[in-house]
């Protein structure tokens, strides 16, 4: 029989060894750098759709300092010399008593009641009402 140009002889398969090329293993670092680079992005995950949970709500503040003032819909805190003005109604949260001067931690959140837009002015009404309050802009006699 023939034989190829490969040493292999016709009807004969080739046998191809199992065996890896890399006589040393992969080492320690590679395998510690798989685990950081996976704990990295599953870290980066969970932050990416912690933030998306939370971007619909409003940002809620705080303020802490002794009551000056309660009532069944205000709370007044004094914030070093700031006095903050809270509105509460019968489903706000209250922890303890409430009573002038016991110090308290508020948390609120700011929520519009009104808006109002008002119209933006074109760029010709803005350079008209210079040229009109500008004192070069007198007419030449």
Same mark, same amino acid.
């Given at each position: 029989m023939e034989s190829s140009s490969r040493g292999v002889h016709r009807g004969e398969r080739l046998h191809i060894s199992s065996k890896s090329l890399n006589r040393f293993g992969v080492p320690a670092f590679y395998k510690l750098m798989n685990k950081r680079i996976l704990c990295s992005l599953v870290a980066a995950g969970s932050i990416a759709l912690s933030g998306a949970a939370f971007a619909a709500s409003p940002s809620t503040y705080q303020v802490t300092g002794p009551i000056t003032a309660v009532d069944d819909s205000m709370i007044t805190v004094m914030k070093g010399k700031e006095k903050f003005e809270v509105a509460r109604d019968s489903s706000t949260?209250? #922890?303890?008593d409430l009573k002038v001067g016991e110090k308290v931690t508020?948390?609120? #959140?700011? #929520?519009?009641k009104e808006v109002e837009v008002k119209a933006a002015k074109t760029d010709k009404t803005k350079k008209d009402d210079k040229a009109a #309050? !500008?004192? !070069?802009?007198?007419?030449?006699?």
């Open positions: 949260k209250v #922890t303890g508020i948390m609120y #959140t700011m #929520t519009a #309050t !500008s004192p !070069s802009a007198s007419p030449k006699k």
